[in-house]
Structure formats: C-alpha cells, structure tokens
C-alpha cells in the first residue's frame, strides 16, 4: 500500500481507531466489570485482605501496588523500545507487540481466582504493560500523521471514538453478565455472574486484536534499511531523554508544562484507576445486585459524558488559552476530589460520576494535544512522547503507590481520595506558571 500524505483523512481516522480498539480494556478491565468481579471474588470468599509474600495485605492495596510496580516496568522499558524504534524506525511493530501481550493478557484472566492468585495478578500486570506499552508508540504517531491545526480535532476524535466502542463492548458484556439465561446459562447465581465477567475478559482481548489490524494497517512504519540493533542501541532512548531534558531546559514553557502534567496525572489516573473499587466498597448500596447495577450504571455515566466532555473542551479552547482551560479543569478535579470524601448514597456517587466524566474526557484530550502543540520543530517526536509518557507513568506509580498506601495503613479509601486534592492543587501552580512563561517566550 502507497503511504498516505502527512494529514489524510484516512490516515487520521486509521490512527484514532486504535482507540476504539484498546479503550474496551480501559472500560471493562480498568473500570467496569473486573473491579466488580475482584470484589465479588472477595466478598464470595469472606476476605478483605489476602497473604501475599508474606504480607498480608487489602484486596484494593494489592491493586493499587500491582498497578503501580506495572507502570514502573513501563517506565524503564519505555525508553529502551523508543531508542531502539527511533533507530529502526519500526514504532509499529512495538506498538503491535504490546498491543498483543495486552490482549492475550485479557485472555488470561478468565483464569483468574484467588487460589492461583499469583498466575492471576501476573496476567493483570501484563495487561497493564501491554496497554500503556502501546499508548507511547501511539501517542508518539500524532505529530507524525497530522498537522499541528489538526491536533487537537483528531485527539478529540480518538478519545471519543474509544468512549463509543468501549461502551457498546460493555453494553454486550452487560447484557451477558445480567442475563446470563441468554446465552444458554440455566442458572443465575454468584458462580454463573463470576463466569459471565470470565467470558468478558475474552471478549475484551479478542475485540483488542481484532480492530487494531484497521491502525496497523494504515499508519507508516518508516523502515530504514540495513539498519542493525547494537548493544548501544538499548541506552540511545535514556540519551535521547536527556536530550529532550537538555532541550527543554531552553524552552521554559514546554518544561513547566511538563512539570505541571506530571503533578496533575498522578491525581487524573489514580482516579480513573481506583473508582470503581472506591464505589464497590465505600457507597451505601442496598444489595449486592443494586451494587453491581449502580457501579455499571455511574461508569457508563461516565463514559457517555465524557464523549460531551472531550467535543466541549475543542469548543473551549477557542475562546480561551489551553493553559487557562486546564486550569479550570484541575479545579474542578479538586472539587470531585474533596466532595467525595463526603459520598456516601448512590445518587450521590452519580452525580461525582457525572463531573468525572465530563473532567475526565476534557483533560486527556487538551493534556495530549496541547503538549503536541509546544512541542519544537523537530522529526524525533517518538523521544518526545517518550519523555511525556514516561513523565505519566512515573507520576502514576507515585500516584497509586500512594493512595495504595494510604488505603492500606488508614484501611480507608477516602482517607486515601481526597489527599490526591495535593496534586490537583499543586498542578494549578505549576500551569499558572506555565501562562506566565508563555507569555515571556511570546
């Protein structure tokens, strides 16, 4: 197939489809069906703790760590890949590689069970390793694909995109998980829900491969030829990162708003991350079954309205600065972060449900898009969005590292949401003086 021209329509749609792909794993794994199951798990067996190396350590902890060490993997391994992408320039065949090992690992956890509870946290880890694995080669292909007026358009509509395909997943997985007798169960009890949510998984990993073959089909892989990996091509991606670090040493505004992103995610993705677990323990639900229904009804609030969420924040950022516009946006996480606390009744978990949606869809397209736009004239983008998405993960790993912590030693997840108001907080100073050094480089 010809390579299409920088900016085609096609190619920009071919490139936010893996969005559509790879979001079922953010929706049912991340934030729907899996925390309900692992909760499930739990309650079925009359444990909130379980012995791990020794430890014994809360079922949301465990998360919380397992996250976190995942992140740090993808933190070391981030650079080693970039480097040896950029020299081969083979970004694709990365980004099909830990789009893979995701996907199977989604496959895997239809085995997961707390008698194997070693085999199952590993298969979660590597589904972790393999989803944000692939986001950096796939955040790295934007400025390569599209014109920077085209940025944040496309951003939006990838993130929609995954928005709508992840929820029509979820509504199939729902429907199975709720009315298992249509698909031939004859029974409707806790085993039957805990093999529905085990279907899911593979639902989730075969729907992963399947329309990521669309993106790799399309986006260039920029081959070089005769181009052969060195034992010193493994440390050109920590050179290139200092690289990058030197360079922005030399523009104050794109270093201060990495900065401010860094203190920022840790807040954004610990929420996204922890949500459900916090709403299947800390809400005051009638039943289990109101539990199951209410936590899948507030993440598919949401999803939906994060899809208004990321249209409104295009529209914003046309009247006002994109700094401006996500300082506003971290308020109003601040805001989320400190009602929470005080949530207690179902309806009121919707309504937080309802503001995360709105925040959530908003701030992820405006972060990306927007440190796209600072960045220099340069064609090494995969370094770039190397340090951005290294700069994410390792705020993630303190960010879940913390908060698994704090659950863990105050055996409270409220204890644990509003101290990430701290990182919120500190973000709006640090985009404050983002504004200012755009106004010096002006």
Known sequence: MNRLERGNKKLLNAWAFYDWANSVYSLTIVSTVFPIFYGLLFRTAGLTHIALFGMIIKSTSVIAFVTALAFAVVVVLSPILSGIADYLGNKKTFMRFFCYIGAISCIGLYWFSLEHIYFSLF??????????????????????????????????????????????????????????????????????????????????????????????????????????????????????????????????????????????????QTVMLVATYFGEQEIQWASAEESTIGLIVSVLIIQLVAIVGARLTVIAVRKWENIWVLIGLNAIWVGICLLSYYVYKPIQFYIIATLVG????????????????????????????????????????????????????????RNATISLIIFFGVGIILLFKTSKQRVTNN
């Open 123 to 268: 298969c979660y880890f590597c589904g972790v390793v393999g989803f944000w694995g692939s986001i950096v080669f796939y955040n790295s292909y934007l400025p390569d694909i599209a014109l920077p007026e085209q940025y944040d358009a496309v951003s939006a509509k990838g993130y929609s995109l995954g928005y709508a395909g992840s929820v029509l997943l979820l509504i199939f997985n729902l429907i199975m998980v709720m009315k298992p007798e249509w698909i031939g169960f004859t029974t409707t009890d806790t085993e039957t829900t805990l093999t529905t949510m085990r279907i899911s998984f593979i639902t989730v990993g075969v729907w992963w491969i399947g329309f990521s073959s669309i993106p790799f089909y399309y986006l260039p892989s920029y081959k070089k030829n005769g181009a052969k990996v060195t034992k010193s091509i493994f440390f050109n991606g920590f050179k290139e990162l200092r690289k990058v670090w030197q360079q922005l040493t030399t523009s104050p505004r794109l270093k201060w708003y990495l900065i401010a992103f860094f203190v920022y995610s840790m807040g954004v």
């Open 358 to 413: 709105l925040v959530m869809g908003g701030i992820q397209t405006l972060s990306r898009s927007t440190y796209s736009a600072y960045l220099p004239d340069t064609k090494d983008t995969t370094s770039f969005f190397s340090f951005y998405d290294v700069t994410e993960k390792i705020g993630i790993v303190i960010g879940m590292g913390v908060y698994g912590l704090i659950d863990q030693f105050t055996n409270n997840m």
